[in-house]
């Protein structure tokens, strides 16, 4: 995708003007948009590049990690192969859950993540992956390379959060979401590098 020069003497949108990160599929940028205080689902707005109040969550639960998407990335036919029970890519930039030792309670922020793995969510019929990865050079979870260096139960919560989140719904049938596996990194990097190619064929490499 290419800009207008114009574009370059402003805020750069976070999807499409900020790098994967500094040596992805295994270290990305992560581009966060909800935080584990917040009881809203913020989105960015495909336009502009800002937050947008995507709804409020209604469900009482809160995102038990940071949560957002690495930029630059798409979630096309590529990402669907790696998905067996999906009909389609959802679309949109590829997710990312990062776990952080010290409280991080502003989104709009972008931190380098250490890739450990994923859930391979499906969600009414479309590739939704989560990837799982841990704040590069955290003090507590960055010694973390893969999903098994990580407690049972802070996949479990994570597994929990995506599976009951939409639950009061009315527009999602019961069974409309669904994880079917939970991966390490070598998988989680393989999505990382489709959703990538994915991007490139969707807006191009520019």
């Not at 890739?115 to 010694?143: F, P, S, T």
């Not at 527009?171 to 991966?183: D, L, M, R, Y």
Request: net charge negative; with cysteine; charged share 30%.
């Amino acid at each position: 995708m290419t800009f207008p020069k114009a574009f370059y003497r402003w805020r750069p949108h976070p999807w499409h003007g900020l790098s994967a990160g500094p040596n992805p599929p295994e270290v990305v940028h992560a581009f966060i948009e909800i935080t584990t205080f917040d009881a809203v689902k913020f989105e960015v707005d495909k336009e502009t590049g800002y937050l947008r109040v995507d709804r409020p969550q209604m469900t009482s639960a809160r995102p038990p990690t940071l949560y957002g998407f690495v930029p630059r990335t798409y979630c096309g036919e590529r990402v669907r192969r790696l998905s067996p029970e999906a009909k389609s890519g959802d679309k949109d930039p590829l997710d990312i859950c990062v776990i952080s030792e010290r409280p991080i309670n502003r989104p709009e922020v972008v931190l380098n993540a250490r890739v450990v793995g994923g859930l391979q969510m499906v969600d009414d019929g479309e590739a939704d992956d989560k990837i799982i990865a841990v704040l590069r050079n955290d003090h507590v979870w960055g010694h973390a390379r893969d999903i098994a260096d990580l407690p049972p139960i802070q996949v479990e919560r994570l597994r929990h959060y995506f599976l009951t989140y939409k639950e009061l719904d009315p527009s999602k049938p019961a069974g409309a979401v669904k994880i079917t596996s939970t991966f390490g990194a070598e998988h989680a990097q393989k999505v990382i590098t489709a959703s990538l190619k994915d991007y490139e064929e969707e807006f191009g490499d520019g």
